[in-house]
């Protein structure tokens, strides 16, 4: 479990807190769903419920649970029960999602806690709580008339998201795949380990090629956890599952700082088409693709159109009905690229206010980094059958680099930070000399042949 996990659940969550029960004492232990209430959560979690309920081998133990004995959750004694049956076994706790020391430790955290619907777990909610709220004061202070931009996940197949307006509402809703922290942390960690860092006087990083390729050589476990991160990607849409490991403390410095950011540049590109007017009632159809179905080749989890994403195990046997169809926004290339370039300034708009300069600069290079990754899974998928990251209406990864690179230059204008170091330069180095040193294992994963040396 990563740090960001951790250190949110505990933490973070505690955003959460309803605002009337801490006024009034009120809450007694009671959970409240945003779902009861409002419309647009209402939707989600109807939709949630349709589609786990088809395909059960998409579920947590949240979901499951729910999907078992509806609305049984009404308090905290009933929820810590619920995440205390995730981790069976206190041998295993490192891998639980919650284990029952943190379980403990975060019920006497909080008083109360509204959760969006009955289908999110409480960890997923929280981690984005603590990166919405931030968002959200940079909103607030630069975009005075736009609307809060509200999130909700569902099992998308990828790790990317949609913002959408939901029928009977007039509120903006953002659905994020269940599964983007697995992506921003294995890569994340597998790039920030791969850069040699030294302290005496100062922290040194070693960037050259020579540097980079002597430490992955000396480590190889980097090179495995990354191509199996990769590898994943390609053939599932997701990272989810892929090997990570306990960094040493300045190696997990700088991951900590760089996975907030990858998070926080996902979220904000879509909070950007909430911001910019993009989410109307101009619909297409989304479909949902299973990526942890068992027995799948790459071959049959590739998208015969990129816009539809399929919700069942194979292309031949769709889930028909409303449960496998959600209606979203039919952008232009243009507007994606209007997104990432203020999705880029709000993140760092949100870094700003931190006031860690080490971290703004990380930050900047993490988007830069978002897109490389993407860009390499591209060229994987292609060549093996698997999922791709760009489509008609999404430009390249590749396009996308070069539309954020005078967005860059405008916002370093106001940073001195950003001015003096340029983080996307050492990613650059460590990306490059990781991926070839990796593109041997991913090939094999994948079924590819190896390339041919010159």
Known sequence: MSWRAKYLALVCVINTLSAWALADGTCAGQITYQSDTDDAYKYLEDQQRQIYKQNPHLTDPYSRAELNQPRSVA???????????????????????????????????????????????????????????????????????????????????????????????????????????????????????????????????????????????????????????MSRLVRQGSSSGAIEVTLDEEHNHMHARLVTAMDRFLISHEEAHVILGHVSDQWVEF????????????????????????LSPTLNSLADGPSTTLKAELRTREQELQADALGFKLMIWSEEVEGDPIGEMIAAGAPHIVFRVLDAANAYGSAAGGWTFSDANHPSPADRIKALSPVFDEVAKASEPLREVDFRIPFDAAFNVLLAEADPQIRQNLGLPRKKTK
Do not use: W
Request: proline content about 8%; aromatic content about 8%; some cysteine.
């Open 75 to 229: 308090s905290f004694a009933e929820l810590k029960a619920r995440a205390l049956k995730a981790c069976p076994d206190p041998s295993l706790r490192a891998s639980c999602v919650l284990d029952p020391d943190m379980v403990d430790r975060l019920m006497k955290e909080i008083p109360c806690l509204i959760l969006p619907t009955r289908f999110e777990s409480p960890l997923f909610a929280s981690l984005i709580e603590g990166y919405s709220d931030e968002l959200d004061k940079v909103r607030a202070s630069h975009f005075t008339k736009s609307p809060v931009t509200r999130f909700g996940s569902l099992p998308t197949g990828t790790f990317d998201a949609q913002a959408i307006l939901p029928p009977n509402s007039n509120v903006p809703l953002v659905i994020l795949n269940r599964d983007i922290f697995f992506f921003t942390g294995a890569l994340s960690k597998a790039i920030s380990d791969s850069i040699p860092i030294t302290r005496g006087g100062a922290v040194n990083l070693d960037y050259s090629e020579t540097g980079i390729r002597r430490r992955l050589r000396d480590h190889p476990y980097i090179v495995n956890n990354f191509a199996d991160a």
């Open 287 to 310: 479909r949902l693709a299973g990526s942890r179905s068992k027995g799948t080749s790459v071959q049959v989890l590739k998208l015969a159109v990129p816009r539809r994403k399929v």
